[in-house]
Structures are given as structure tokens and as C-alpha cells.
């Protein structure tokens, strides 16, 4: 069942990367880093309601490609 809930939301982890990709290519770097946040809240969220703990809180994403 967990399994089969995972495969259900690989579309949305997917859309979203193509839209931070797009918005990245784009000239639209505040949006693709507000899409960076979308994709590891997705995955957050996904995790826990798999039942999956929360990762230890860090300072801050690390993202390859970034700027920062």
C-alpha cells in the first residue's frame, strides 16, 4: 500500500521539477527557488504520511546548481 501511495505522487514531484527547471531556463530565479521549496516540502510531506520521520533540521537546503 505505502508503495503504491509513493507511485501516486511521483507525478507531482515531477511536475514540479519541470516547472523549476522551466522557471530556472526562464530568466525567473525567485520563482524556480520557490519551486526548490515546493519539492522538498513535497517530499517532506509525502515521507511523513508514509509514516517516515521528519529529516534532522539543517541551516538551510542544499540544492546543486545553486547560486548561493
Partial sequence: ???QF???HV???ES???LRTYAAQSGLP???KHLDGAIQLAH????????GEAPIASNGPDV???DD
Fill in 64 to 66: 546543486a546548481g545553486s
Fill in 11 to 13: 507525478w507531482l514531484i
Fill in 6 to 8: 509513493r507511485v501516486s
Fill in 1 to 3: 500500500m505505502i508503495e
Fill in 16 to 18: 514540479l521539477v519541470e
Fill in 44 to 51: 517532506l510531506e509525502i515521507t511523513l504520511r508514509e509514516g
Fill in 30 to 32: 525567485e520563482l524556480a
